[in-house]
């Protein structure tokens, strides 16, 4: 008969997510990590606003532009090497999280504490994803820095307001590969193998997904074009499968809130453009309406990953 237990489930977390935290800011894979990313992206930024400058009265919206610009010879704008390598330091925070425990013979001994496995998984899931959003809070504050140091001018409140609704979904964006990355430190005992699972599920989303989705649909819907011209039914199962990918979730909840001129993320009928002002931004609680089954998606795909992670938690066997 199992001995049921006394106390709160969620004693120690507290405890967990202050010590997962302190270790993946101090650890020497963080910081090669952050100069990865903070190099790369203030760069693209960098150039620019070296770009805006030479265009200052052509858009109202410069900071937006500022995220959204692509130059030479950087083949990314800085939401695209965001989108890049968000995955990456995520996967690396997290590949080894159970299975690290496991190999040190460590995880039986932390378990002897007052401390259950629910708050053991969640907080090292939270201090991971605390450790990212330091991370990226820093990596936007700076930016917006170079912004007014560079431009000389302040960003608009409607321009802050879409910064900071892109902060919030990269986050939920990388939380999405925390809780893949941990998933598969749950399944696989060898880091290697856990690491290349998560790798070879970010190559899938990145460079497969988009030639993959046609081919599925096809078997789906039939042929793509029909008498009339595209058939809808076509579009929109493309449309689904393609919004299974944690990347274009992230891509169009960009699209909307980096370009206020976006009115719509998916085929549109002409019928509902009736009375839309085409090129016109669209005010930014609308932007955020558009975004928001985008947005609640990655938050979704976040909780059922680590739901699946934390019921294999459960049932695995751990010895002294």
Do not use: C
């Amino acid at each position: 008969m199992k001995s049921s237990r006394h106390g709160s489930p969620w004693t120690g977390l507290g405890t967990v997510v202050a010590k997962e935290t302190a270790d993946h800011l101090s650890s020497a894979r963080m910081r090669i990590l952050e100069a990865l990313v903070f190099l790369t992206a203030l760069y693209s930024a960098y150039l620019a606003i070296q770009a805006i400058r030479q265009t200052i009265g052509e858009s109202p919206f410069l900071f937006l532009r500022l995220l959204t610009m692509t130059e030479d010879p950087l083949p990314f704008s800085f939401i695209g090497l965001l989108g890049f390598l968000i995955p990456l330091v995520a996967i690396a925070l997290a590949f080894d999280s159970v299975n690290g425990e496991f190999n040190r013979r460590t995880l039986s001994r932390v378990l002897a504490q007052p401390i259950y496995r629910d708050a053991l998984l969640l907080g090292k899931f939270l201090g991971a994803l605390l450790s990212l959003t330091i991370a990226l809070v820093a990596l936007w504050l700076l930016v917006i820095g170079l912004g007014l140091l560079l431009l000389g001018l302040p960003p608009s409140t409607e321009e802050m307001v879409r910064m900071l609704g892109f902060l919030v979904a990269t986050i939920a964006y990388g939380g999405v590969w925390l809780a893949l990355a941990m998933l598969f430190s749950v399944l696989f005992r060898a880091p290697a193998t856990a690491a290349l699972a998560a790798l070879g599920t970010w190559l899938l989303f990145s460079l497969f997904w988009s030639i993959i989705t046609p081919i599925v649909t096809t078997l789906i819907a039939g042929p793509p074009e029909g008498i009339l011209g595209p058939r809808l039914i076509y579009l929109d199962v493309q449309q689904i499968i393609d919004r299974l990918s944690p990347n274009t979730l992230y891509a169009e909840t960009a699209l909307a809130l980096l370009q206020p001129a976006t009115r719509a993320l998916g085929p549109v009928l002409l019928s509902q453009l009736e009375g839309a002002v085409l090129g016109a931004p669209l005010p930014v609680t609308q932007s955020f309406v558009l975004i928001w089954p985008q947005l609640t998606g990655l938050i979704a795909a976040t909780i059922l990953i680590y739901a699946i992670a934390y019921v294999l938690f459960q049932r695995q066997e751990i010895r002294a």
